[in-house]
Protein backbone atom coordinates (compact mmCIF):
# COMPACT_ATOMS: atom_id res chain seq x y z
CA UNK A 1 0.00 0.00 0.00
CA UNK A 2 1.04 3.54 -0.84
CA UNK A 3 1.55 5.51 2.32
CA UNK A 4 1.15 8.78 0.50
CA UNK A 5 -2.44 7.69 0.15
CA UNK A 6 -2.75 8.28 3.80
CA UNK A 7 -2.71 11.67 5.42
CA UNK A 8 -0.14 10.53 8.31
CA UNK A 9 2.55 8.03 8.55
CA UNK A 10 2.57 7.63 12.24
CA UNK A 11 -0.21 8.19 14.73
CA UNK A 12 0.58 8.79 18.39
CA UNK A 13 -1.65 7.19 20.66
CA UNK A 14 -1.48 9.98 24.00
CA UNK A 15 0.12 12.92 24.36
CA UNK A 16 2.22 13.14 27.46
CA UNK A 17 5.90 13.59 27.50
CA UNK A 18 7.02 10.45 26.04
CA UNK A 19 4.37 10.76 23.54
CA UNK A 20 5.25 14.49 22.68
CA UNK A 21 8.63 13.26 22.58
CA UNK A 22 8.07 10.79 19.76
CA UNK A 23 5.89 12.75 17.75
CA UNK A 24 8.21 15.63 17.86
CA UNK A 25 11.33 14.06 16.67
CA UNK A 26 9.79 11.87 14.50
CA UNK A 27 7.86 15.08 12.62
CA UNK A 28 11.96 16.28 12.75
CA UNK A 29 13.10 13.10 10.77
CA UNK A 30 10.44 14.10 8.09
CA UNK A 31 7.05 12.08 8.83
CA UNK A 32 3.58 13.06 9.31
CA UNK A 33 3.16 12.53 12.47
CA UNK A 34 -0.22 13.05 14.60
CA UNK A 35 -0.75 12.75 18.63
CA UNK A 36 -4.19 11.93 19.27
CA UNK A 37 -4.93 13.07 23.16
CA UNK A 38 -8.47 12.00 24.53
CA UNK A 39 -7.71 15.22 27.20
CA UNK A 40 -5.01 18.35 26.89
CA UNK A 41 -1.42 17.43 25.58
CA UNK A 42 0.69 17.31 28.95
CA UNK A 43 -2.52 16.96 31.08
CA UNK A 44 -2.75 13.40 33.03
CA UNK A 45 0.85 11.86 34.89
CA UNK A 46 3.05 14.08 33.10
CA UNK A 47 1.59 17.00 34.64
CA UNK A 48 2.13 15.98 38.14
CA UNK A 49 5.68 14.36 37.55
CA UNK A 50 8.36 16.32 40.23
CA UNK A 51 10.68 16.72 37.03
CA UNK A 52 13.83 14.61 38.16
CA UNK A 53 16.18 13.57 36.07
CA UNK A 54 17.92 11.34 38.55
CA UNK A 55 19.95 8.00 37.52
CA UNK A 56 22.36 8.20 39.83
CA UNK A 57 20.52 9.15 42.67
CA UNK A 58 18.08 6.46 42.07
CA UNK A 59 20.24 3.15 41.16
CA UNK A 60 19.68 0.29 42.08
CA UNK A 61 22.10 -2.84 41.50
CA UNK A 62 19.43 -5.38 40.31
CA UNK A 63 18.31 -2.54 37.67
CA UNK A 64 21.83 -1.86 35.47
CA UNK A 65 19.98 -1.41 32.32
CA UNK A 66 17.68 1.08 33.86
CA UNK A 67 20.81 3.04 34.95
CA UNK A 68 22.86 2.30 31.55
CA UNK A 69 19.51 3.59 29.55
CA UNK A 70 19.18 6.62 32.25
CA UNK A 71 22.25 7.44 32.33
CA UNK A 72 22.08 7.50 27.94
CA UNK A 73 19.24 10.14 27.93
CA UNK A 74 20.79 12.31 30.69
CA UNK A 75 23.68 12.87 27.99
CA UNK A 76 21.36 13.49 25.95
CA UNK A 77 19.67 16.08 27.75
CA UNK A 78 20.89 19.32 27.63
CA UNK A 79 21.05 19.04 23.54
CA UNK A 80 17.29 17.82 23.71
CA UNK A 81 16.50 20.94 25.63
CA UNK A 82 18.28 23.53 23.88
CA UNK A 83 17.02 22.54 20.85
CA UNK A 84 13.53 22.68 22.01
CA UNK A 85 13.70 26.11 23.39
CA UNK A 86 15.56 27.14 20.20
CA UNK A 87 12.77 25.31 17.89
CA UNK A 88 9.42 26.30 20.57
CA UNK A 89 10.68 29.83 21.77
CA UNK A 90 9.63 28.43 25.34
CA UNK A 91 11.46 27.97 28.06
CA UNK A 92 11.41 24.42 30.04
CA UNK A 93 12.41 25.30 33.11
CA UNK A 94 15.72 22.68 33.05
CA UNK A 95 17.61 23.36 36.41
CA UNK A 96 21.15 22.15 35.84
CA UNK A 97 21.06 22.04 40.37
CA UNK A 98 22.73 18.37 41.18
CA UNK A 99 20.67 16.41 44.10
CA UNK A 100 22.28 15.89 47.95
CA UNK A 101 20.81 12.69 49.23
CA UNK A 102 20.56 13.01 52.84
CA UNK A 103 20.65 11.39 55.96
CA UNK A 104 19.03 12.54 59.08
CA UNK A 105 19.82 10.26 61.57
CA UNK A 106 22.23 7.05 62.25
CA UNK A 107 20.63 4.22 60.56
CA UNK A 108 19.64 6.83 57.61
CA UNK A 109 23.72 7.94 57.42
CA UNK A 110 24.20 3.97 57.46
CA UNK A 111 22.13 3.21 54.81
CA UNK A 112 23.65 6.48 52.69
CA UNK A 113 27.03 4.99 53.22
CA UNK A 114 26.01 1.79 51.51
CA UNK A 115 24.33 4.15 48.91
CA UNK A 116 27.84 6.08 48.49
CA UNK A 117 29.78 2.10 48.27
CA UNK A 118 26.95 1.57 45.60
CA UNK A 119 27.65 4.51 43.42
CA UNK A 120 30.90 4.33 43.93
CA UNK A 121 31.58 0.20 42.60
CA UNK A 122 29.55 1.49 39.35
CA UNK A 123 32.04 4.46 38.67
CA UNK A 124 29.20 6.72 39.36
CA UNK A 125 30.23 10.30 40.31
CA UNK A 126 29.50 10.80 43.97
CA UNK A 127 31.07 12.79 47.22
CA UNK A 128 30.35 12.21 50.76
CA UNK A 129 30.02 15.41 52.50
CA UNK A 130 29.90 15.89 56.45
CA UNK A 131 26.63 17.54 57.56
CA UNK A 132 28.63 20.67 58.32
CA UNK A 133 30.04 20.72 54.44
CA UNK A 134 26.45 20.13 53.12
CA UNK A 135 24.89 23.04 55.35
CA UNK A 136 27.42 24.70 53.28
CA UNK A 137 26.51 24.10 50.15
CA UNK A 138 22.34 24.46 51.70
CA UNK A 139 22.51 26.14 54.78
CA UNK A 140 18.30 25.84 54.82
CA UNK A 141 19.21 22.30 55.97
CA UNK A 142 18.04 21.38 59.39
CA UNK A 143 20.63 21.23 61.86
CA UNK A 144 19.83 17.63 62.79
CA UNK A 145 21.46 16.89 59.12
CA UNK A 146 24.03 13.70 59.68
CA UNK A 147 25.66 12.96 56.18
CA UNK A 148 24.93 14.16 52.53
CA UNK A 149 26.17 13.07 49.40
CA UNK A 150 26.38 14.94 46.91
CA UNK A 151 25.21 13.86 43.51
CA UNK A 152 26.53 16.50 40.93
CA UNK A 153 25.18 15.15 37.49
CA UNK A 154 21.46 14.37 38.67
CA UNK A 155 19.62 17.83 37.72
CA UNK A 156 15.56 18.31 37.21
CA UNK A 157 13.02 19.78 35.23
CA UNK A 158 9.45 21.75 34.78
CA UNK A 159 7.31 18.81 33.34
CA UNK A 160 4.60 21.41 32.42
CA UNK A 161 7.06 23.60 30.96
CA UNK A 162 8.33 20.51 28.96
CA UNK A 163 5.52 19.18 27.33
CA UNK A 164 4.06 22.95 26.57
CA UNK A 165 7.45 23.05 25.11
CA UNK A 166 7.19 19.91 23.19
CA UNK A 167 3.90 20.80 21.75
CA UNK A 168 4.88 24.25 20.06
CA UNK A 169 8.06 22.43 18.60
CA UNK A 170 5.90 19.54 17.37
CA UNK A 171 3.52 21.97 15.49
CA UNK A 172 5.92 24.40 14.16
CA UNK A 173 8.11 21.41 12.85
CA UNK A 174 4.31 20.45 10.89
CA UNK A 175 3.38 17.93 13.46
CA UNK A 176 -0.42 17.41 14.33
CA UNK A 177 -1.39 17.37 18.03
CA UNK A 178 -5.24 17.23 18.61
CA UNK A 179 -6.64 17.04 22.40
CA UNK A 180 -10.26 15.49 22.99
CA UNK A 181 -9.51 13.02 20.52
CA UNK A 182 -9.62 9.53 22.31
CA UNK A 183 -8.80 6.32 20.47
CA UNK A 184 -11.11 3.71 20.97
CA UNK A 185 -8.78 0.77 19.21
CA UNK A 186 -5.87 0.13 16.97
CA UNK A 187 -6.64 -1.22 13.68
CA UNK A 188 -4.74 -4.30 12.88
CA UNK A 189 -5.46 -6.80 9.63
CA UNK A 190 -3.13 -9.40 8.48
CA UNK A 191 -0.71 -8.74 11.23
CA UNK A 192 -0.25 -5.13 10.27
CA UNK A 193 -1.35 -1.44 11.30
CA UNK A 194 -3.91 -0.24 9.35
CA UNK A 195 -4.73 3.04 11.17
CA UNK A 196 -6.37 4.10 14.43
CA UNK A 197 -9.99 4.21 15.14
CA UNK A 198 -11.78 7.31 16.87
CA UNK A 199 -15.40 7.74 18.04
CA UNK A 200 -16.51 8.64 14.95
CA UNK A 201 -13.40 8.67 12.70
CA UNK A 202 -11.01 6.10 11.41
CA UNK A 203 -7.40 7.63 10.85
CA UNK A 204 -5.37 5.30 8.51
CA UNK A 205 -1.16 5.30 8.45
CA UNK A 206 1.83 3.24 8.50
CA UNK A 207 2.63 3.30 12.25
CA UNK A 208 0.96 3.61 15.56
CA UNK A 209 3.03 4.19 18.43
CA UNK A 210 1.05 3.68 22.20
CA UNK A 211 2.48 6.10 24.09
CA UNK A 212 -0.59 6.11 26.47
CA UNK A 213 0.44 5.93 30.01
CA UNK A 214 -1.08 3.80 32.15
CA UNK A 215 -4.28 3.56 29.93
CA UNK A 216 -2.06 1.38 27.50
CA UNK A 217 -3.00 -1.49 28.34
CA UNK A 218 -6.81 -0.49 27.76
CA UNK A 219 -6.86 -0.18 23.67
CA UNK A 220 -9.13 -2.65 22.18
CA UNK A 221 -7.82 -4.09 18.85
CA UNK A 222 -4.38 -5.27 19.97
CA UNK A 223 -3.82 -8.86 19.87
CA UNK A 224 -3.56 -10.97 23.23
CA UNK A 225 0.17 -11.33 22.51
CA UNK A 226 1.29 -8.30 21.40
CA UNK A 227 -0.19 -5.94 24.79
CA UNK A 228 1.80 -5.04 27.43
CA UNK A 229 0.42 -5.15 31.04
CA UNK A 230 0.35 -1.81 32.83
CA UNK A 231 -0.86 -1.07 35.76
CA UNK A 232 -0.73 2.61 37.56
CA UNK A 233 1.03 3.61 40.92
CA UNK A 234 -0.79 6.54 42.59
CA UNK A 235 1.65 9.50 43.53
CA UNK A 236 0.76 12.75 45.49
CA UNK A 237 3.08 15.73 45.41
CA UNK A 238 2.62 19.02 47.09
CA UNK A 239 3.79 22.34 45.01
CA UNK A 240 4.81 25.25 47.56
CA UNK A 241 5.66 28.96 46.49
CA UNK A 242 7.88 30.97 48.46
CA UNK A 243 6.23 34.86 48.07
CA UNK A 244 10.15 36.31 48.59
CA UNK A 245 11.30 34.57 45.42
CA UNK A 246 14.10 31.84 44.85
CA UNK A 247 16.68 30.75 47.19
CA UNK A 248 15.72 28.75 49.87
CA UNK A 249 17.09 25.84 48.34
CA UNK A 250 19.00 25.95 45.13
CA UNK A 251 19.65 21.75 44.76
CA UNK A 252 16.93 18.66 45.00
CA UNK A 253 16.99 16.78 48.03
CA UNK A 254 16.04 13.50 48.81
CA UNK A 255 15.74 11.80 51.71
CA UNK A 256 14.30 8.06 52.70
CA UNK A 257 10.65 8.10 51.42
CA UNK A 258 10.62 11.77 49.75
CA UNK A 259 12.81 14.78 47.99
CA UNK A 260 12.28 18.69 47.67
CA UNK A 261 12.73 19.59 43.91
CA UNK A 262 13.37 23.71 43.62
CA UNK A 263 11.95 25.37 40.29
CA UNK A 264 14.16 27.71 40.09
CA UNK A 265 11.82 30.58 40.50
CA UNK A 266 10.70 30.07 44.48
CA UNK A 267 7.85 27.37 44.06
CA UNK A 268 9.52 23.81 45.00
CA UNK A 269 7.76 19.97 44.89
CA UNK A 270 7.23 18.08 47.78
CA UNK A 271 7.00 14.21 46.89
CA UNK A 272 5.49 11.90 46.55
CA UNK A 273 3.45 8.89 47.98
CA UNK A 274 3.30 5.62 45.95
CA UNK A 275 -0.04 3.75 46.00
CA UNK A 276 -1.43 0.93 44.24
CA UNK A 277 -4.96 2.36 44.12
CA UNK A 278 -5.80 1.60 40.73
CA UNK A 279 -6.95 4.94 38.57
CA UNK A 280 -7.87 6.59 42.10
CA UNK A 281 -6.64 10.04 41.87
CA UNK A 282 -8.00 11.35 45.07
CA UNK A 283 -5.78 13.74 46.51
CA UNK A 284 -5.94 12.57 50.76
CA UNK A 285 -5.26 15.24 53.70
CA UNK A 286 -2.42 12.28 54.79
CA UNK A 287 -0.61 12.42 51.86
CA UNK A 288 -0.61 16.35 52.33
CA UNK A 289 0.53 15.88 56.43
CA UNK A 290 3.12 13.12 55.67
CA UNK A 291 4.79 15.15 52.48
CA UNK A 292 4.96 18.77 55.19
CA UNK A 293 5.87 16.45 57.93
CA UNK A 294 9.11 15.31 56.34
CA UNK A 295 9.78 17.75 54.40
CA UNK A 296 9.92 20.61 57.08
CA UNK A 297 11.51 18.41 59.48
CA UNK A 298 14.78 18.23 56.86
CA UNK A 299 14.32 22.26 55.85
CA UNK A 300 12.09 24.25 58.42
CA UNK A 301 11.69 27.09 56.14
CA UNK A 302 9.69 25.79 53.65
CA UNK A 303 6.99 25.48 56.70
CA UNK A 304 6.75 29.67 56.13
CA UNK A 305 6.17 28.95 52.42
CA UNK A 306 1.96 29.30 50.79
CA UNK A 307 0.63 25.79 49.35
CA UNK A 308 0.07 26.33 45.68
CA UNK A 309 -1.79 22.37 45.01
CA UNK A 310 -1.83 19.36 46.10
CA UNK A 311 -1.81 16.45 42.92
CA UNK A 312 -2.02 12.77 42.36
CA UNK A 313 -1.01 11.47 38.79
CA UNK A 314 -1.01 7.25 37.94
CA UNK A 315 2.55 6.67 37.00
CA UNK A 316 2.38 3.63 33.81
CA UNK A 317 4.55 0.63 35.86
CA UNK A 318 4.81 -2.67 34.26
CA UNK A 319 5.59 -5.88 36.27
CA UNK A 320 9.12 -5.38 35.89
CA UNK A 321 9.15 -1.94 36.50
CA UNK A 322 11.23 -1.40 33.23
CA UNK A 323 9.67 0.47 30.30
CA UNK A 324 8.01 -1.32 27.06
CA UNK A 325 9.90 0.51 24.29
CA UNK A 326 10.17 -0.43 20.34
CA UNK A 327 7.72 -2.84 18.11
CA UNK A 328 5.08 -5.07 19.05
CA UNK A 329 4.15 -7.79 17.10
CA UNK A 330 2.18 -6.62 14.62
CA UNK A 331 4.04 -4.94 11.98
CA UNK A 332 3.96 -1.02 12.32
CA UNK A 333 3.09 -1.35 16.21
CA UNK A 334 5.29 0.51 18.57
CA UNK A 335 5.48 0.50 21.78
CA UNK A 336 6.48 3.75 24.06
CA UNK A 337 4.90 3.29 27.93
CA UNK A 338 5.17 1.97 31.39
CA UNK A 339 7.87 4.72 32.38
CA UNK A 340 6.81 4.28 35.79
CA UNK A 341 8.93 6.44 38.02
CA UNK A 342 11.56 7.69 35.22
CA UNK A 343 9.21 9.20 31.84
CA UNK A 344 10.44 12.68 32.42
CA UNK A 345 14.14 11.46 32.50
CA UNK A 346 13.66 8.78 29.53
CA UNK A 347 11.62 11.16 27.02
CA UNK A 348 14.90 11.93 25.06
CA UNK A 349 16.22 8.28 24.44
CA UNK A 350 12.69 6.80 23.91
CA UNK A 351 12.01 9.05 21.13
CA UNK A 352 15.48 8.10 19.64
CA UNK A 353 14.70 4.67 20.25
CA UNK A 354 10.90 4.29 19.08
CA UNK A 355 11.59 6.65 15.71
CA UNK A 356 14.90 4.95 14.84
CA UNK A 357 12.43 1.52 15.24
CA UNK A 358 9.98 2.96 12.78
CA UNK A 359 13.06 4.43 10.31
CA UNK A 360 15.09 1.40 10.69
CA UNK A 361 18.05 2.98 12.15
CA UNK A 362 20.49 0.31 12.82
CA UNK A 363 23.04 2.06 14.95
CA UNK A 364 21.68 3.98 17.81
CA UNK A 365 24.73 5.14 19.89
CA UNK A 366 25.43 1.70 21.41
CA UNK A 367 22.40 1.71 23.47
CA UNK A 368 21.15 -1.74 24.01
CA UNK A 369 17.65 -2.18 24.37
CA UNK A 370 16.83 -5.85 24.37
CA UNK A 371 15.62 -5.47 28.15
CA UNK A 372 13.19 -3.16 26.85
CA UNK A 373 11.60 -5.39 24.17
CA UNK A 374 7.70 -4.90 24.60
CA UNK A 375 7.74 -8.54 23.12
CA UNK A 376 8.96 -10.11 27.09
CA UNK A 377 5.15 -9.63 27.76
CA UNK A 378 3.71 -11.66 25.22
CA UNK A 379 2.97 -14.76 27.27
CA UNK A 380 1.58 -12.53 29.89
CA UNK A 381 -0.49 -10.96 27.94
CA UNK A 382 -1.85 -13.73 26.34
CA UNK A 383 -2.74 -14.87 30.11
CA UNK A 384 -0.47 -17.56 30.78
C1 LIG B 1 4.07 12.02 41.78
C2 LIG B 1 4.91 11.66 40.59
C3 LIG B 1 6.22 12.11 40.53
C4 LIG B 1 7.02 11.77 39.44
N1 LIG B 1 8.29 12.27 39.37
C5 LIG B 1 9.08 11.97 38.32
C6 LIG B 1 10.38 12.50 38.23
O1 LIG B 1 10.82 13.24 39.11
N2 LIG B 1 11.15 12.17 37.15
C7 LIG B 1 10.69 11.36 36.15
O2 LIG B 1 11.42 11.11 35.20
N3 LIG B 1 9.43 10.85 36.21
C8 LIG B 1 8.63 11.13 37.26
N4 LIG B 1 7.38 10.60 37.35
C9 LIG B 1 6.96 9.64 36.33
C10 LIG B 1 6.48 10.35 35.08
O3 LIG B 1 5.51 11.31 35.42
C11 LIG B 1 5.87 9.34 34.11
O4 LIG B 1 6.75 8.27 33.88
C12 LIG B 1 5.58 10.03 32.78
O5 LIG B 1 4.79 11.18 32.98
C13 LIG B 1 4.86 9.09 31.84
O6 LIG B 1 4.60 9.82 30.68
P1 LIG B 1 3.59 9.26 29.60
O7 LIG B 1 3.59 10.22 28.47
O8 LIG B 1 3.88 7.83 29.34
O9 LIG B 1 2.17 9.25 30.38
P2 LIG B 1 1.06 10.42 30.57
O10 LIG B 1 1.67 11.72 30.93
O11 LIG B 1 0.06 9.86 31.50
O12 LIG B 1 0.49 10.54 29.12
C14 LIG B 1 -0.34 9.56 28.55
C15 LIG B 1 -1.44 10.29 27.82
O13 LIG B 1 -2.22 9.35 27.09
C16 LIG B 1 -3.55 9.84 27.08
N5 LIG B 1 -4.41 8.71 26.73
C17 LIG B 1 -4.64 7.59 27.43
N6 LIG B 1 -5.47 6.75 26.75
C18 LIG B 1 -5.76 7.38 25.59
C19 LIG B 1 -6.57 7.05 24.46
N7 LIG B 1 -7.23 5.88 24.39
N8 LIG B 1 -6.66 7.92 23.44
C20 LIG B 1 -6.00 9.13 23.47
N9 LIG B 1 -5.22 9.49 24.53
C21 LIG B 1 -5.10 8.63 25.56
C22 LIG B 1 -3.75 10.35 28.49
O14 LIG B 1 -4.83 11.28 28.56
C23 LIG B 1 -2.39 10.99 28.77
O15 LIG B 1 -2.37 12.39 28.51
C24 LIG B 1 6.52 10.94 38.40
C25 LIG B 1 5.20 10.51 38.46
C26 LIG B 1 4.39 10.86 39.55
C27 LIG B 1 2.97 10.41 39.58
Same mark, same amino acid.
Given at each position: ????????D???????V????????? !?????????????????A !??????????????????? @???????? +??????????????? +??????????????????????? =??????????????? /????????????????? $?????? $??????????????????????????????????????? *?????????????? /? @?????????????????? +?G???????????????????????? $?G????????????????????????????????? *???????????????????????E??? /? @??? $??????????????G?????????????Y??????????????????????? =?????????????????? +???
Amino acid at each position: MDSRNKPFDVAVIGGGVIGLSVAWRA !TQRGLRVIVLERSDPGGA !TSRVAAGMLAPVSEAVLTE @QPLLALGL +ASTRRYAEFVAELEE +ASGLGCGHLRCGTLLVGRDGDEA =LALERELALRSSLGL /EVRRLRASEARVLEPAL $APTLRL $ALDIPDDHAIDPRRLTAALAAALRGAGGTVRGQAEVIAV *TIGDGRVGGVQLAD /E @QISCEHVVVAAGSWSGML +AGVPDDAQVPIHPVKGQILELRDPSG $AGLLARVLRMRGGYVVPRGDGRYVLGATMEERGFD *TTVTAGACFDLLRDAIELVPGLAELAI /E @QLS $AGLRPATPDNLPAIGPGAAAGLHWATGHYRHGVLLAPVTAELVVGGILGDDQ =LDGIDASAFAPARFATVG +AGA
